[in-house]
């Protein structure tokens, strides 16, 4: 994100807003450390111009200090229109492709960071008997990842005999699926989060759990992890007991494809 | 994406918290739009919380009293529910109507279970959240956690959360309000304003 500092009256208003914490006010002026900016547009989205004049607020703003008056605005306004999405040119492009779910993903023709998982299991059949999916969710919640970060993630799970979900666009990244290494471009770029998707065999899920349990504690960031699979004819969860049983609680909460989907004349 | 996945909290403020979603796949069926139609009028009809759409790929989220009029080519539809009633009469609505469209729900896997037996489903797949990995000092406490995990791309945050909780401290602001202010950047609309006024309120008396 970029500000104008000639129309910025230092409100900070776009500071909470900051999915980053990359904005911060000096000398009466909103910054963006652009090193860690996402280019989510969230700021943007948020504090709408009241169309206000730069001059017309400071020039209240001194009147009202001196009568020892104080004007709270509302916190999602941008007084001036001070907030200006960039033109980004790659890599920094990935930023955004990847952080902000308004602008679709060249890569994948959808909004978002990843595929569909689970949720058209019922007309794909992409996860079948046997099988588990794997969502790896880097940056999530809320602190963001370094392609360095996710490149360091994927090269140790390519050494397991995993598939990378051929649609995320994580994968569009790879030099080699078989060796999981990124391109080295974008190592230096940040983004909210990216999911990296995986396709195992069910009896597999232990020793993928501990590889990115370890693989995590090297990184400088949270990670997000998911586990699915089709159930039994009786509705019944397979990767449960294989998750329990090596010492990986689940949430309670999660989600279920109905199975109210057909699939679709020539899909697989 | 794994937007609704990874939603936290206790599993009693879990009982109060389902998003119903359909989410055609990439290959699509000529008459798509006339179904998404009817998803949407039988979510509409069971007073959804919050709403979002997905439009020419791009996720936009809807005030439900307007996404009649607004639909167009939307390809997925997303419809936030607290009360578990509601949610059972939905999906047998959807079952009944037949659309043939990939639906999914996400929530207390027990009680969606129990929906989709008084519907007459068996579940056809389960995924579940095994948690949270790696750098863990990093986050802020769990109520914070728990509301930015509310947005399914995690679009509202910490900090924003944290401003508004000190509003409502300090009287500024009304749970309420708070709650709405922290729904905006949530472009999914699978946050639930319902859960984050509680968490508001909580923190409030919490002081």
């Known amino acids: ?268 | 994406m794994t937007n609704t996945l990874h939603r936290r909290g206790t599993p009693q403020t879990l009982r109060q918290d389902f998003v119903l979603f359909a989410t055609p796949s990439r290959s699509l069926s000529p008459d798509l739009p006339d179904k998404m139609k009817r998803f949407t009028e039988i979510c509409l009809r069971h007073n959804p919380l919050n709403m979002a759409k997905i439009e020419n790929m791009a996720m936009r989220r809807v005030d439900p009293r307007r996404l009649k009029e607004e639909m167009q080519d939307q390809i997925g539809i997303t419809a936030v529910f607290d009360n578990p009633d509601s949610l059972a009469s939905a999906i047998a609505e959807l079952k009944e109507a037949d659309l043939g469209i990939p639906i999914n729900v996400s929530g207390l896997l027990e009680q969606v279970k129990e929906c989709c037996g008084k519907a007459g489903i068996t579940r056809h797949s389960v995924e579940q959240s095994l948690g949270i990995f790696g750098k863990k000092e990093k986050l802020p406490p769990p109520e914070i956690v728990e509301i930015n995990t509310l947005c399914g791309h995690g679009m509202v945050s910490f900090n924003l959360i944290k401003k508004v909780a000190d509003e409502v401290k300090l009287g500024r602001m009304t749970p309420e309000q708070g709650a709405y202010l922290l729904a905006k950047p949530c472009e999914c609309g699978a946050f639930n304003p319902v859960r984050a006024r509680q968490v508001l309120e909580a923190l409030r008396m919490k002081g």
């Open chain 1, 1 to 268: 994100m970029e500000i104008d500092a000639a129309k910025c009256v230092g409100c900070g208003n776009c500071v909470p807003f900051c999915t980053m914490g990359a904005i911060r006010v000096e000398n009466d002026v909103a910054v963006v450390n652009e090193d860690e900016c996402v280019e989510c547009s969230t700021c943007y989205r948020c504090c709408g111009p009241e169309g206000l004049r730069a001059t017309f607020v400071r020039g209240l703003r001194r009147l009202f200090r001196a009568l020892h008056l104080r004007y709270d605005a509302p916190l999602d306004v941008c007084p001036t229109g001070a907030l200006v999405p960039p033109e980004l040119k790659w890599p920094r492009s990935l930023r955004r492709a990847f952080s902000d779910p308004t602008v679709t993903h060249d890569s994948t023709g959808m909004a978002g960071r990843g595929t569909e998982e689970i949720k058209t299991n019922d007309i794909t059949g992409r996860i079948g008997p046997g099988e588990a999916g794997i969502v790896i969710d880097l940056g999530r919640p809320g602190t963001g990842v370094f392609f360095r970060d996710i490149d360091t993630m994927t090269r140790a799970l390519a050494q397991l005999d995993v598939f990378f979900e051929p649609q995320n666009p994580l994968t569009h990244l790879m030099n080699d699926p078989q060796n999981g290494s990124l391109r080295k471009d974008i190592a230096n770029e940040k983004v909210l989060s990216a999911i990296i998707e995986l396709k195992i065999k069910l009896a597999d899920l232990p020793e993928v759990l501990h590889l990115v349990e370890k693989t995590a504690t090297a990184l400088d960031t949270v990670i997000s992890v998911g586990v699915s699979t089709k159930c039994d004819p009786e509705g019944g969860i397979p990767h449960e007991s294989i998750c329990s049983g090596a010492g990986y609680p689940l949430s309670l909460n999660g989600k279920t494809n109905l199975g109210l989907g057909r699939p679709v004349e020539g899909m697989s």
